[in-house]
Every structure is written in structure tokens, then in C-alpha cells.
T-cell receptor, first 113, second 111 residues
Framework: EAGVAQSPRYKIIEKRQSVAFWCNPI?????LYWYQQILGQGPKLLIQ????????DSQLPKDRFSAERLKGVDSTLKIQPAKLEDSAVYLC???????????FGPGTRLTVL | GQNIDQPTEMTATEGAIVQINCTYQ??????LFWYQQHAGEAPTFLSY????GLEEKGRFSSFLSRSKGYSYLLLKELQMKDSASYLC????????????FGRGTSLIVHP
């Protein structure tokens, strides 16, 4: 069974630039999560989708972050414009059902200069 | 919201036993997960507890006491490859059942 795929693996941008991350969850997993993990901390949830609907985006900085999951499969997370404090690893995870064991992708390491 | 507390760092010797504690405060507790995360890699699922007691899975065991808001992960016969961060995550029925992660405990296993 293929795991959660993410791209790119690494990205370096300058502040005020835009960046987009892509995630392809495990086939059949209805629930998809985006997390931000700052070095030395646990993952912080940004947004959760159930199929193509948003379940929780209360911690998503909506003035600069946006996410979509148009067909209930792949998802993209965008930051526009980026700030220095956005430097982190962005993890995508999926699960077969909401609240169950999560399967994480390898993450995208973002560095904002 | 939830308050999840874990020690920041622990060290142990190869072959020994180590216990990593996690305490939490939530009024809508609905399950606790442990994940392992090696440096530079994604978290991987280790265990899940929703009822009180001990769940054993090979060298790893996880314990839960809901009345005390307390869990621990027990690692036996430690190996060098067990050096990693161990994340405790608590699921709350009042938060759309979305698990909230603690900061993680960095375990260093030395020879």
C-alpha cells in the first residue's frame, strides 16, 4: 500500500514570497490533515478535511494560509506571503476515519529567509 | 482546550527499560495515541489507548489512567534505533475528535 506522498521535500524562499505544498493521501482515506511542526515542538494542526469539506481550520492563519481539497483526494496548502516564522516542516497526514490512527507523509521542510 | 505535558528529554542505556510519561487535562477525553518520530522523518503510530490499563505490543507498552489524566510509554530492551522523539497525542470529543500533540520527548539511547 502506497503511503502519503508530499512534494516538494524541501523549499527555500524569501519572506513575502508565495509557496505551495501538495499532498496525496493514502487511497480511500477520507480524512486529511495539514500540520505545522516547528523544530523541537510537536505537530500543530492547521486544517482538517473530511472528504472535500473543512472540519476544523481554527488554527489556520487565514490572512496568509489557504488550503483546498477539491475532489476529496489531493490537497494543496499555500502560504502567501510567507514570514520568517513560517519556517517549519509541513506534514500532511491521512486516516481512514476521523480521529483514528494517522499516517503521515515525509513532510516539506520550508525555510523562509 | 487541552494541556499535554511530557518531559523534554530523557537518556537511557542500550538494553535497559525506559518509561516516558504524558499527563493531560481535558474534559472530553476520547483516546490517547503515542507516535515515534526519528529526526528528520514523519511520525509513525505506536499505540492507542482509550480504556484504562496496559496495552502491550512487542517491546513497547502503553498505559492509561483516565482518572489521573496520565499515560506512559514503556520501552523494553532498548536499542540504539529507539533514539527518537516520542509524541503523546490526546483526542477530545469536543474538538471534532482531532488529536492534539504534545511537544514530544526526545529519547537518547547510548551504548
Amino acid at each position: 500500500e502506497a503511503g502519503v506522498a508530499q512534494s516538494p521535500r524541501y523549499k527555500i524562499i524569501e519572506k513575502r514570497q508565495s509557496v505551495a505544498f501538495w499532498c496525496n493521501p493514502i487511497s480511500g482515506h477520507a480524512t486529511l490533515y495539514w500540520y505545522q511542526q516547528i523544530l523541537g515542538q510537536g505537530p500543530k494542526l492547521l486544517i482538517q478535511f473530511q472528504n472535500n469539506g473543512v472540519v476544523d481550520d481554527s488554527q489556520l492563519p487565514k490572512d496568509r494560509f489557504s488550503a483546498e481539497r477539491l475532489k476529496g483526494v489531493d490537497s494543496t496548502l499555500k502560504i502567501q506571503p510567507a514570514k520568517l516564522e513560517d519556517s517549519a516542516v509541513y506534514l500532511c497526514a491521512s486516516s481512514p476515519r476521523q480521529g483514528y490512527e494517522q499516517f503521515f507523509g515525509p513532510g516539506t521542510r520550508l525555510t523562509v529567509l | 482546550g487541552q494541556n499535554i505535558d511530557q518531559p523534554t528529554e530523557m537518556t537511557a542505556t542500550e538494553g535497559a527499560i525506559v518509561q516516558i510519561n504524558c499527563t493531560y487535562q481535558t474534559s472530553g477525553f476520547n483516546g490517547l495515541f503515542w507516535y515515534q518520530q526519528h529526526a528528520g522523518e514523519a511520525p509513525t503510530f505506536l499505540s492507542y489507548n482509550v480504556l484504562d490499563g496496559l496495552e502491550e505490543k512487542g517491546r513497547f507498552s502503553s498505559f492509561l489512567s483516565r482518572s489521573k489524566g496520565y499515560s506512559y510509554l514503556l520501552l523494553k530492551e532498548l536499542q540504539m534505533k529507539d533514539s527518537a522523539s516520542y509524541l503523546c497525542a490526546v483526542r477530545d470529543r469536543r474538538g471534532s475528535y482531532i488529536p492534539t500533540f504534545g511537544r514530544g520527548t526526545s529519547l537518547i539511547v547510548h551504548p
